[in-house]
Structure formats: C-alpha cells, structure tokens
C-alpha cells in the first residue's frame, strides 16, 4: 500500500470513528425520561424476589408490587410497561448500559449511588422483623434477647449483622439462604426467623405458621429505585413527583395489600409499608 492510500485510510477510519462517537454521545446527551416517551416504553428490572417481583413458573408472567408500581407509572406516562429479567446484583450494570431504564425497590447503598442515581423521595418503607412461634411474644428487642431464644437468619445479609450487635443474650443460628432459614422454623430448630416485614409476610403465606412481629423501637428503613446517571434530571424529578403521590394517596399501601390478597393475606392484619403503618 502507498503511503498517501495509507494515510488516506487512516483519515477516513478515523472520520468515521469521530461520527459514530458523536452519534452515540447524541443518543445517550437523550434524557431517559425522552427516551421513554419517545419508544412509548417503560423498561423495569425484574429479579425473583417476592412480593417486590415474582414470576409464575407455569405462565412466567411476572407479578409482584414492583410491576404494580411499574404499572402505575407507565399509565401516567401513557406508555407500554416491558418487564426486562435480571439480577439485583446485575441491575446497576443494566441501567448503565440501557437495558432498564428503571429499577423499583432497589435500596440507595453508598455503593450503588456511586454508578448510578436514585430519587430523592421514599418509594415505600420496610423494617426489621421477626416471624416467630406463637407462644413468643417480641413487642420488644428485649424480649428477644435472652439466652433460650433461638433466631434464624441468613448468614451475611443485613439482618445478620444487625441482630448480632442488637442482641447479644440471644443464639443466633446462620443459615445459608433464606429457604434454609424457613425449613428450620418449620422443623422447629429455631424459635422465629428475622428478615426485613415483606419477606417475613411472603414466608408466611407458603407456611402458615407463627406470626409477624415488628418490635419496637422499629428498625424502619426506605427503599427507592435505581435510574441511569444522567445531567438531565428530568426523569428523577418526575419519579419524585410519581413516588410522592402514589404514597401521600395511599395507593402504594392499596397496591401492597392487592397484591397480599393474591397470596391469600388480609393486608389489615399485617405490618404496611409505609413509615406511618409500620411506627404506630
């Protein structure tokens, strides 16, 4: 090849480079929001986690309050929902990378809000409970934290460290996985088992066994969604907008309990999901 053919190629691929860049810088300086309305689709990260998401085995059509609140949402953009399956340890790299465009119930940890961005606004709230034996009463911490009591959790998460430091009197068995931790209530190996409130009321639906207990003083935490980082905040300032009004009207609360009533439950008779039903 001739030295000007070489050059000449080199200044085209790198031409070419430069347009593609600054096409693709173009496609993502779009606001999600935008970008939304312009597809006329919402796409929702999903991973198996019920009551947040569940996907029926036979249909595989998914279900859970994050779809309801997914839902919600997509109606008032006037756009289609589309469930898109991942992981929550996978999530943040899909919203980087623009599989999702939305991630309902996904916690703001200090190292999530280094990659990616979260409403300001609680999407709802959950606390620190325990699903116990009948016969043992926790209106209190204290009441747990004693040396013939027996909670189950699984081993490394949140709860495990928590209740390790809360109490200390008390014998605190590790399991593997949260199904490990359920079989041992069932068998009777261990008193109660401690998770955050939904996942205790989802355990009981499938058992119906014990009872969900929220001592005080509550453990309450919020949960929010998990956006794209962007300049534009304009998506982030309208799910402010969509979470406080789903949760001020009540209808966060009412999707929860519609979505209980599908696992046989009477919303009435168990811990909420708002700060305020969980704290009274």
């Not at 790198?14 to 939304?36: D, I, N």
């Not at 597809?39 to 569940?54: H, R």
């Not at 859970?64 to 898109?84: H, Q, R, S, Y």
Request: hydrophobic share 40%.
């Amino acid at each position: 090849m001739k030295p000007f053919d070489f050059a000449l190629r080199k200044l085209l691929i790198g031409g070419l480079a430069a347009v593609l860049a600054c096409s693709g810088a173009q496609a993502w300086a779009q606001s999600t929001l935008q970008k939304v309305k312009d597809a006329k689709e919402l796409k929702i990260g999903v991973a198996q986690g019920d009551p947040w998401y569940f996907r029926d085995p036979g249909t595989g059509t998914w279900t859970g309050l994050g779809m309801m609140i997914g839902g919600e949402i997509a109606k008032d953009l006037n756009v289609k929902l589309t469930p898109v399956e991942t992981t929550y340890g996978n999530s943040v790299a899909a919203l980087q990378s623009g599989q999702i465009d939305v991630m309902f119930v996904l916690d703001a940890t200090d190292e999530r809000k280094k990659a990616i961005d979260f409403p300001t606004t609680p999407l709802l709230w959950y606390a620190q409970g325990v699903l116990t034996k009948d016969s043992l009463v926790a209106r209190n911490w204290a009441d747990l934290d004693k040396a013939d009591v027996r909670l189950g959790v699984a081993l490394g998460t949140a709860t495990d460290r928590d209740l390790t430091k809360r109490l200390p009197q008390a014998k605190i068995e590790r399991f593997t996985n949260t199904d490990e931790t359920i079989a041992a209530f069932m068998s009777g190996r261990v008193d109660g088992i401690a998770f955050y409130h939904p996942a205790l009321v989802i355990a009981y639906s499938k058992i119906h066994k014990g009872k969900v207990q929220i001592p005080q003083p509550v453990v309450a935490l919020p949960t929010s969604a998990g956006i794209r980082r962007e300049s534009d905040p304009a998506f982030r300032t309208f799910l402010d907008g969509e979470f406080d009004r789903l949760y001020k009207s009540g209808k966060t609360q009412e999707l929860y309990a519609q979505y209980l009533k599908t696992k046989g439950l009477d919303a009435a008779q168990l811990p909420g999901v708002t700060k305020e039903l969980l704290e009274r």
